[in-house]
């Protein structure tokens, strides 16, 4: 497994940072890049390793639902630079949090 790699940038015009437990967030004023990472979180802690291409993953199932839904409601993203990099409109968040299951077992049932 891959070794996680710690990065935060200073790029220039950069008006602020922000590292969650999967993504890193540059914000440019009204715009942000966010970079998701191979970086894995169980129980809101970052384990030591990495999983290949999960951040390419992850940003690729966002970026095809966004666009999939654009004509329905609009959306943040402006563009998909690179597979694990999205750029679009800095706009304010709602702290909410879900997990979608695909079915019930055990003590959930």
């Not at 540059?26 to 990472?37: D, H, N, P, T, W």
């Not at 384990?47 to 609009?74: F, S, W």
Request: with cysteine; proline share 6%.
């Amino acid at each position: 497994m891959a070794t996680i790699k710690e990065t935060n940038y200073n790029f220039e015009g950069q008006t602020g940072f922000y590292r969650g437990k999967v993504r890193d967030i540059y914000f440019f004023g009204q715009e942000l890049v966010m970079v998701a990472s191979d970086r894995i979180s169980a129980f809101d802690f970052i384990l030591p390793r990495a999983i290949p291409y999960k951040g390419q993953v992850l940003n690729q199932i966002a970026a095809r639902n966004l666009k999939a839904t654009e004509d329905i409601v609009p959306n943040w993203v402006k563009e998909i630079p690179d597979p694990n990099v999205a750029v679009g409109i800095n706009c304010n968040t709602y702290p909410v949090e879900m997990v979608i299951r695909g079915y019930l077992a055990g003590h959930a049932w």
